[in-house]
């Protein structure tokens, strides 16, 4: 099991959450998917992250080219500055 989380700077938050939670229930039907979920930062009001369950890290990376990225980075786009991703694997 390999827990991803993706870090994200973006601007216009309240532009961004509602098509980062689109994404997000998107992103659960891919292969390998077994949670993803949105986070805001309280305190950082540019600060979102992504928390995410996959069976492994190439199922994440096939997700990174797949359906729900075609879909909905276009539109997440404009608001992304910048992210990190993290991987952790189950032990």
Known sequence: MTLVITDNIVKDR???LPLAKAFAEDGKTEKGCHEMMVYADPEKEDRVVFVSKWDSKEDFLA????????KH???????????????LELV
Do not use: E, N, R, W
């Not at 997700?63 to 075609?70: D, I, K």
């Open 14 to 16: 309240g532009a961004y």
């Open 73 to 87: 980075i276009p539109g997440m786009g404009p608001y992304y500055v910048s992210g990190t991703d993290t991987f």
């Open 63 to 70: 997700h990174v080219g797949g359906p729900a990225f075609t």
